[in-house]
């Protein structure tokens, strides 16, 4: 599941644009593979990561010791409804595989789209696991994504698919108005 992972979360990053200087917010960061790829792809960029769990954030932190070190890594662990996001600091936000589970996921992009700074770009990426998982899921995930983002108030709103060993994944990429 590691390589599919991995995979997903390319395929999410990629579809930011993130230039040099760009602060990065990802939200549900497991062990910071994406956020490892960012920083080795990507120069120049500040990142940050949230993720509920204190194992995960430790996973991290080994992983991206050097990046912790220099500064341009910082982690949180605290459920994204309750983040206390600076407003308008991210240009870039991403988050896989993590939005099912957030307790109120319009509360959790209200929050996003305050920490997003005007015209920045945020990624919701999900590819179903669990039993029951189908093409008909995903489509299910990038319907549910793409109208809690019109209604939180993005725009540009664009839903694409791509099949990841073992089911399709959906990527909905959105801005904030500027």
């Known amino acids: 599941m590691a390589l599919e992972n991995r995979t997903i979360n390319k395929w999410t990053i990629s579809r930011l644009k993130i230039k040099p200087g760009d602060c990065v917010l990802e939200v549900g960061f497991g062990p910071g593979y994406g956020m490892e790829h960012i920083l080795k792809n990507y120069p120049a960029v500040k990142l940050d990561g949230l993720d509920a769990s204190e194992t995960m954030k430790e996973q991290a932190e080994k992983r991206l010791q050097k990046y912790v070190e220099e500064g341009t890594v910082k ?104």
Not at 87 to 111: D, E
Not at 131 to 156: H, V
């Open 75 to 178: 982690f949180m662990v605290c459920d994204v409804e309750r983040a206390e996001l600076e407003h308008s600091h991210y240009h870039k936000i991403l988050s896989v595989n993590n939005y099912t589970i957030w307790k109120n996921p319009q509360n959790g992009l209200k929050r996003l789209c305050e920490a997003l700074k005007p015209g920045g770009r945020m990624a919701i990426t999900m590819q179903p696991r669990e039993e029951g998982a189908s093409p008909e899921r995903t489509r299910e995930f990038g319907r549910l994504i793409e109208g809690d983002m019109r209604t939180c108030g993005f725009q540009n709103i664009t839903v694409k698919y791509k099949k990841v060993h073992p089911e399709l994944t959906v990527c909905v990429t959105a801005d904030k108005p500027k």
